[in-house]
T-cell receptor, first 117, second 112 residues
Framework: EAGVAQSPRYKIIEKRQSVAFWCNPI?????LYWYQQILGQGPKLLIQ????????DSQLPKDRFSAERLKGVDSTLKIQPAKLEDSAVYLC???????????????FGEGSWLTVV | SQQGEEDPQALSIQEGENATMNCSYK?????LQWYRQNSGRGLVHLIL?????REKHSGRLRVTLDTSKKSSSLLITASRAADTASYFC????????????FGGGTRLMVKP
């Protein structure tokens, strides 16, 4: 089974520029998550999609961050304009939400590392 | 806000020793999960324990859950250098719509 794919893996931009990250979840997974992980901290949920609808985006800084999941499969996370404090790893994850033996296991991609200078 | 808090924040042991990491949380949960993250990589699911379970084993991993104390522990027995990583607990809070909230992690170093 292919895992969660993310691109780009690394990105360096100047503050006030824009950046976009792409995620392809595991096939058939209805739920998609974007997490932000600042160095030395745990991941913080930015937004959760169920199919193409938003379940939770309470911690998404909506003045500069946006995300979409058109057609309920791939997703894009955009930051515009970027600030220095946005330097972090952006992790995409997906889950099937099937309550089987694995419960609500979330599968993570390798992350997109953003450095804002 | 982070629901789970791991303790200790960092742990250094010798190969062959056991490593114990603790996690405390604040609200009622459906389940608690432990994830591992190697440096520069994504998170990998290790084990899930449901709120009605008290202990679970998977290979060299042993997880306990005490819902009365709102705490969990992860024990790695006979540690190996390859176990060096950060370990995070994540809680699936009751009525939170499958949303996982992560703690700050324990950074484990196993010296050969």
């Amino acid at each position: 089974e292919a895992g969660v794919a993310q691109s780009p893996r690394y990105k360096i931009i100047e503050k006030r520029q824009s950046v976009a990250f792409w995620c392809n979840p595991i096939s058939g997974h209805a739920t998609l998550y974007w997490y932000q992980q600042i160095l030395g901290q745990g991941p913080k949920l930015l937004i959760q999609f169920q199919n193409n609808g938003v379940v939770d985006d309470s911690q998404l800084p909506k003045d500069r961050f946006s995300a979409e999941r058109l057609k309920g499969v791939d997703s894009t996370l955009k930051i515009q304009p970027a600030k220095l404090e946005d330097s972090a790893v952006y992790l995409c994850a997906s889950s099937s939400n099937k309550w089987d033996r694995s419960g609500n296991t979330i599968y993570f991609g390798e992350g997109s590392w953003l450095t804002v200078v | 806000s982070q629901q789970g808090e791991e303790d200790p924040q960092a742990l250094s042991i010798q190969e062959g020793e056991n490593a114990t990491m603790n996690c405390s949380y604040k609200t009622s949960i459906n389940n608690l999960q432990w994830y591992r993250q190697n440096s520069g990589r994504g998170l990998v699911h290790l084990i899930l324990i449901r709120s009605n379970e008290r202990e679970k084993h998977s290979g060299r991993l042993r997880v306990t859950l005490d819902t009365s104390k709102k705490s969990s522990s992860l024990l790695i027995t006979a540690s190996r250098a390859a176990d060096t990583a950060s370990y995070f607990c994540a809680t699936d809070a009751y009525n939170a719509g499958n949303m996982l909230t992560f703690g700050g992690g324990t950074r484990l170093m196993v010296k050969p």
